[in-house]
């Protein structure tokens, strides 16, 4: 087997050297937890590991430091005893979780300095946003039009790629506040415990609790977690933010009534995102809409207990509307006679404990039986909530009013009785199979799956306007067919339960054709959700498609446009308030076309989606299927809004949130607060600015990136899908193999049993790169094309520098990208290189990857004028500075393991050590998929 020197990787890019006045307390946090981690390595675990761990610490930073080469680093760690390898994985995971802490709480450290000078807001703040829409002086007309049916949801998907367990991030938490007071110059908790012993206790507790799950999550253990989030962050945050911003813009625009409904609205695709995952059911999507219900009404009783208590107000020292009044005799009860506002917030409560008698399959703490009737809505809900805030104002309690109340108020217009909604989705391939047996056994058609387009279309719209289903109870289906339509059904009975917020739309993914819309609509029809035989076609739920592959994204514009000429379906969209959905794939097209080519096709299909709504007289929302990667879509929230073309916002913006990425931004008030606050100044300065910056020099960009992209793109396909062997260079190079057996979600690593990279999902794809440090994902192709377009004439490399300026799309391409490449590691990854046994096969792929890596690099330092990959960006520039030489040695013992695994140790402490391996890696990384 070759030598890591063999491949020659090219040597380290070099790091942004930050002020260490400004970093010092950072440092001092890192080893303030550091030395206790360690104290308790030896404490646990005994000398000899500590001092293992520590001579790999310290051959660390000579690495770094170039003092000696890579490969005695990986001396230290050859045949290593299992037993001793597993404590040494733990503890430098366990140090990169404390880093994240540290590099939290220095965040927080440096945005307080910020603001305590008196500094302007910081761009990303509504404060920043509001300065910028005073300055544009826009009129209230222009406003209103923009923010019609205004929306901005965060849904938190079903690819649970966080690979903390619960008990490991609950801990991580306390860690966080505890340093939080010592960040406010606290020594002693508020129960006057001393905080560095408190400190000590956690991390100890930290080292005793196993890291990784022994079984694969259930699909119910995802319900419930992505459910925890309303307790931990949005039950506090969403109902204020959307409060905050109703009201700054009201005070801008006093004469237009915006924002009528709440802007902020969370989704979720735990329980209703079957493609690819079996483990979905009719059963499945009941218990995520159920569960979802019962949190929100569980919140709502514990909020009517408190006001309760805390409305003691006396009709002997204060008076009341006469609503009230009525509203408190509802109730029948004689005590308290001179207490009306308890009286009626009983009234309240009980009718509510009505409700979710009806509506829920167990009724939740604190229920109250007062005989009463249920709501019908939560409008009516409101309308009681409406009475009480009335007479509060109007009798000298205003002050009452704003406080518990209010936000109940708001918590109850936003999260209604169904909490969030719940998108439906499943691959069009199954809608293809199941409807076409259903018009067989309707004897509607027997061969559907070879009819043509034209005819597909013909059938299905003329099935569509008929009022007879297409199959009834005693049909006998296939267990496919079965299923679909008893999940369907669930999905409508949520509707009929919870109301239509519960489930508003039905997703199809790779969406190819207007047959593909039509066939989701036959299902809906098929659970009794969508009538088009009536005057005026109805459905509650939103036929959404999914462009995910780069040649659907060129062509998404054309289905939209055909699907909205047919009279039927565009009734449909007009009984919606002329609102269509669009829903764009990022992970899908990178693995499909490479970074720059899926970055420039979806920016490619917005504009012309968006010039379909103009021409069609449609209100477009388009809904970002974004990873927590780079190589998924993600980075920074804010600037990848701002870099979408003109138009595509439009006061709309529905973003997926993923794994680790959920926790990072939404496991608690301050940081969920933070991140929501992004997502909506973007989506305001989007909708109401001018921010692409091109004016008449857009369309010679645009035709630039389309030479750019297609350049890579070529790139790109010679190595994923042309160079002989890359799959196995793939699976050797690697851990993607041993990657299902980490349980870090309910589903299958690919949507199909085969080794075919199109059909491996895109989460372990990229995760699988990135424990490599590969990183391939997020820039492979994209120096090649900068390289020979810019040869191919001169000043062309001004061109790039110019648009690199004033283009924000573009500055976040190569700002994302070089936040990968910075994360990436060509020595490291000759290490996993070594890994593939044919020789040939290892040096024609890696020699590729190296090269491009390479050439990459020197093109965005060209184009930016950046040494530093990281100079835009001094955050990360901290992270990589402080923490990465802590990764080198999980990176190494991977390696070690998984050639012991693969040459036939399959010992359990084996297998555990390379999931360990993983799990800290993405801890350290900060991504997983």
């Known amino acids: 087997m070759a030598e890591a020197s063999d491949l020659a990787p090219i040597g380290a890019v070099t790091r942004t050297q930050v002020g260490r006045e ?40 000579r690495v770094r430091r170039s003092e000696i080469d890579r490969a005695e680093l ?23 979780l404390l880093a994240n802490v540290a590099e939290d709480i220095h965040r927080e450290r440096r945005r307080a300095v910020h603001v305590n000078a008196g500094a302007a807001p910081q761009d990303s703040t509504l404060a920043a946003t509001y300065l910028k829409l005073d300055a544009a002086r826009l009129d209230s007309a222009s406003v209103a039009d923009a923010l019609t049916g205004a929306l901005v949801s965060p849904v938190i998907t079903a690819h649970p790629t966080e690979t903390r367990r619960r008990t490991v991030f609950d801990t991580q938490h306390r860690i966080t506040e505890l340093m939080r007071l010592r960040l406010h110059g606290l020594s002693r908790t508020e129960a006057g415990r001393d905080i560095d012993n408190e400190l000590r206790r956690h991390i100890l507790t930290l080292w005793q609790t196993a890291l990784i799950r022994l079984s694969r999550l259930k699909i119910q253990d995802e319900i419930a977690v992505g459910l925890r989030y309303y307790r931990a962050a949005f039950f506090e945050v969403i109902p204020s933010i959307n409060a905050e911003v109703r009201a700054a813009l009201r005070r801008r625009w006093p004469d237009t009534p915006l924002l009528t409904e709440p802007i902020l609205r969370p989704g979720s695709w735990i329980g209703g995102d079957r493609d690819g995952n079996p483990n979905v059911t009719a059963e499945v999507v009941h218990l995520a809409t159920d569960s979802a219900a019962s949190t929100a009404i569980s919140y709502y009783f514990e909020q009517l207990v408190a006001l309760e208590q805390e409305l003691s107000l006396s009709a002997r020292l204060v008076s009341v509307s006469p609503e009230l009044t009525a509203l408190a005799e509802q109730g029948g009860e004689t005590a308290r006679a001179d207490e009306p506002y308890r009286r009626a917030v009983r009234v309240i409560h009980a009718r509510l404990t009505a409700t979710a ?161 039509l066939e989701a609509a036959i299902l809906l029809k098929e659970a009794g959700l969508l009538d088009a035989s009536r005057p005026r076609p109805f459905c509650p739920v939103g036929i959404v498609p999914l462009f995910e592959t780069i040649d659907d994204l060129r062509h998404g514009s054309d289905i939209l446009e055909a699907a909205l000429k047919l009279p039927l379906y565009r009734a449909l969209v007009s009984s919606r308030g002329e609102s269509q959905e669009v829903m764009l794939g990022y992970s899908d097209s990178n693995k499909d076309g490479g970074y720059l080519a899926a970055n420039w096709a979806l920016y490619r299909a917005e504009l012309d989606l968006v010039e379909s709504a103009r021409k069609t007289g449609i209100r477009l929302r388009l809904f970002h299927g974004r990873g927590g990667t780079v190589g998924r879509g993600g980075g920074p929230s804010y600037d990848a809004i701002l870099a979408q073309p003109p138009g595509a916002v439009s006061g709309s913006l529905r973003i997926t949130e993923q794994g680790e990425v959920i926790a990072a931004k939404y496991a608690e008030p301050r940081t969920a607060h933070r991140n929501l606050e992004t997502l909506l100044a973007a989506t305001l300065e989007s909708t109401l600015l001018d921010v692409e910056g091109l004016g008449e020099i857009a369309t010679a960009a645009y035709e630039v990136l389309d030479d750019l992209a297609e350049r890579a793109q070529r790139a790109y396909r010679d190595l994923v899908h042309e160079t002989p062997g890359f799959v196995e260079y793939f699976k050797a190079s690697t851990p993607v193999s041993e990657i299902g057996a980490l349980n870090i979600g309910s589903r299958p690593t690919s949507r199909k049993p085969t080794t075919s990279i199109a059909d491996l999902r895109a989460i372990p794809w990229v995760l699988a790169w990135s424990q490599s440090r590969v990183m391939l994902p997020g820039w492979y192709g994209t120096g090649t094309a900068f390289e020979q377009w810019i040869s191919d004439g001169d000043g062309r490399l001004e061109v790039l520098q110019r648009l690199y300026v004033q283009w924000p799309f573009f500055r976040t391409v190569l700002s994302n990208m070089a936040q990968v490449l910075a994360k990436s590691d060509m020595g490291l990854a000759a290490r996993y290189a070594e890994l593939v046994e044919d020789k040939d096969l290892r040096h024609r792929v890696f020699d590729k990857i190296v090269a491009e890596h390479d050439r990459t690099i020197a093109m965005h330092q060209l184009i930016t004028g950046h040494e530093d990959l990281l100079a835009d960006n001094p955050a990360l520039a901290r992270s990589v500075f402080n923490r990465f030489p802590y990764l080198e040695p999980l990176n190494h013992l991977q390696v070690e393991l998984l050639r012991r695994y693969r040459s036939g140790d399959q010992a359990e402490l084996v297998q555990r050590g390379i999931l360990l391996t993983m799990s800290g890696l993405a801890t350290a990384l900060r991504n997983s998929g």
């Open 357 to 517: 008698t009806q509506i829920l399959d167990d009724l939740p703490e604190h229920g109250l039986d007062l005989g009463l009737s249920p709501y019908v809505s939560p409008q009516e809900l409101l309308a009681d909530l409406d009475v009480v805030d009335t007479s509060l104002r109007t009798h000298g309690s205003s002050v009452l009013a704003d406080d518990r109340l209010s936000a109940f108020r708001e918590a109850v217009h936003v999260f209604g009785f169904h909490l969030s909604g719940l998108d439906m989705r499943q691959n069009s391939e199954i809608h293809e199979e199941v409807v076409s047996e259903l018009l067989a056994w309707a004897g509607v058609h027997a061969d559907y799956r070879s009819l043509p387009e034209p005819e597909r279309v013909e059938i299905l719209v003329a099935e569509l306007r008929t009022r007879r289903p297409l199959v009834s109870a005693g049909a006998e289906l296939s267990e496919l067919a079965r299923k679909e339509l008893d999940i369907v059904t669930a999905a409508a009975r949520a509707v009929a339960t919870y109301g239509p917020g519960a489930v508003p739309n039905y997703i199809i993914s790779m969406c190819q054709s207007v047959s593909d819309m």
């Open 22 to 61: 400004a970093t010092e307390p950072m440092r001092e946090d890192i080893r303030l937890l550091g030395t206790i981690l360690g104290l308790t390595v030896r404490e646990q675990s005994g000398d000899e590991v500590f001092d293992l761990v520590e001579r790999a610490r310290v051959e660390s930073f």
């Open 74 to 96: 990986a001396e230290l760690f050859d045949g290593i005893d299992i037993h001793q390898a597993i404590p040494v994985i733990r503890a430098f995971t366990h140090f990169a």
